[in-house]
């Protein structure tokens, strides 16, 4: 399908396959059919299931629950990145892109950093990262004994070849 500008969605690839830890738990969702990410959930509730929030104070880390399990299809993996809205108030996955290997099983729990000068509020059900399929590419590791400085700029590092 086209959309007004002329972009195709792609067809179905993998498959995120996702267990519910409790039947509150709100599943992933994509905010439209052209979005890569799938959005996840903060799952927040008191022992007597109501509703809750979770402070994230300046310059801190916390973690979130979502009350689920995910596992990609075979040949791909999990990689958790931050949305733009929570970004564009200082709140982004501390470890992103978070990697979730494909023989994790437990609860997906989200590191939310917040580096802003205010504590920030997170509530259940806010989005609070979205989740992007990946294939999984091994590689082989050898040892290399070509001198590095061979190659051109060696120790020039950052900012060498100009802004």
């Known amino acids: 399908m086209r959309s007004s500008s002329g972009y195709t969605a792609p067809k179905p690839g993998p498959t995120l396959f996702v267990h519910r830890l409790d039947s509150c738990a709100k599943l992933p969702t994509r905010a439209n059919e052209y979005a890569i990410g799938l959005d996840v959930y903060a799952f927040l509730l008191t022992e007597n299931g109501k509703a809750t929030s979770r402070a994230i104070h300046q310059k801190g880390v916390t973690e979130v629950r979502t009350g689920i399990s995910v596992r990609a ?8 990145h931050s949305r733009s809205g929570l970004a564009k108030k200082g709140v982004f ?3 992103a892109p978070g990697i979730i290997d494909p023989d ?7 590191l939310l950093f917040n580096g802003s000068f205010e504590t920030y509020y997170v509530s259940h059900e806010h989005r609070i ?11 082989e590791v050898v040892e ?6 061979s190659f051109g700029r060696a120790d020039a590092g950052f900012g060498s ?3």
């Open 73 to 80: 299809s075979e040949g791909y993996f999990i990689q958790t």
């Open 93 to 95: 996955v501390a470890n």
């Open 104 to 110: 994790y099983s437990g609860e997906l729990i989200i």
């Open 129 to 139: 990262a979205q989740l992007i399929l990946s294939p999984i590419c091994r590689c």
């Open 144 to 149: 290399d004994i070509t001198r590095p400085d």
């Open 161 to 163: 070849t100009g802004l």
